[in-house]
């Protein structure tokens, strides 16, 4: 009945423990949310203002499916100052969301047989997408004694003729880990001798808590051969706004906007207009709002490793946090199901990430310290009478 390729598409285990939960607390249980990757604070309110004032002006229509040329500039702006790189408004693409980026360059670039290297664990709809459009996925393991970075040696030896893409997440979910300099000077030495594409999943790059965010298309001569993915979701709370964008080379910017066409027509004018407010306006929501994740992450990693049996590594961006709990020998969404169910906080497996993430756990901090303290107390219990 069904087209063969949708058996090759997975869902995100992230809504599903969500629902699950809901449920739960539609029966009378009181639950703390720490499974979905959303910031729990509100859209900056001039960002909002902006949005009902273009709604007021009009900004009700179609827009070119690339974009309003104004918000493809101040994307344009904001990365060509951000990443050091200058790019123009013909090689930004706005999207309703950052994922159809991801989805856009995996159908335009991938065919059958095509490999892309991706993380695992990693986000769990880039081997959806490589597989939904033919391409094999290879993964790379992002081990915890290396700071959940990929290991540059080992990428080398699964680069083969059939790579096309490499994907790259930092700050990385579901481990909060992120690359260093060195480790992107590597990555970008061996796209370049290969000739091999980059698409660089920077949704986290302003969740970032020491030092500065390091981009791979930063690097000399890799304008060209990265795909950079970035969006307004998580840096200014506008999950539900459902904007983001690419920053890529023109000639795939055109092919990603057919894309466009064929699919969503194009992003929501006054949403597009709000957008420019967030990169154009003030930024102290965004510092703000990094500076209390800043002392959630501390709280969390802190308790999670007074609890016996768990170890948790210090995250250097996003806001998960991603313990390790092998020593009880249980499977990760066993352990996962068992702190829902007994001790009515939800957080995911990290298995749901791929197979590396067996025997972790993924902890959104995106919550306040108050319910971070409530989760602490009750994950302990679980793991107390388990042990």
Known sequence: ??????????????????????????EGRDIVHLEIGEPDFNTPQNVKEAAIRAIRDGYTHYTPAAGIPAARKAIADYVSRTRGVAFAPNEVVITPGAKPILFYAILALIEAGDEVILPNPGFPTYESMVRFAGGKPVPISLREELGFRLDTKELETLLGPRTKLIILNSPHNPTGG???????????????DRKILILSDEIYSRIVYEGDHHSVVSLQGMKDQVILLDGFSKAFAMTGWRLGFGVMNASLAEKITLLMINSNSCTAAFTQMAGIEALEGPQDAVAMMVAELNLR??????????????????????????????????PSRVLAERILMEGGVAVLAGSDFGSAGEGYLRISYANSLENLEVALRRIRDVLTGIA
């Not at 069904?2 to 809901?22: T, W």
């Not at 992120?178 to 370049?192: P, R």
């Not at 609890?307 to 996003?318: E, H, N, S």
């Open 178 to 192: 992120a690359l260093s300099e060195d480790d992107l000077a590597a990555i970008a030495e061996m796209a370049l």
């Open 1 to 26: 009945m069904y087209a063969a390729r949708m058996s090759r598409l997975s869902s995100e285990s992230a809504f599903f423990v969500l629902a699950k939960a809901k449920a739960l607390e539609a």
């Open 297 to 330: 992450r501390s709280f969390i990693v802190q308790g999670l490793n007074q609890i016996p049996g768990v170890t948790c590594c210090r995250p250097q961006g996003a806001f998960y946090a991603f313990p390790n709990i092998k020593s009880f020998g249980i």
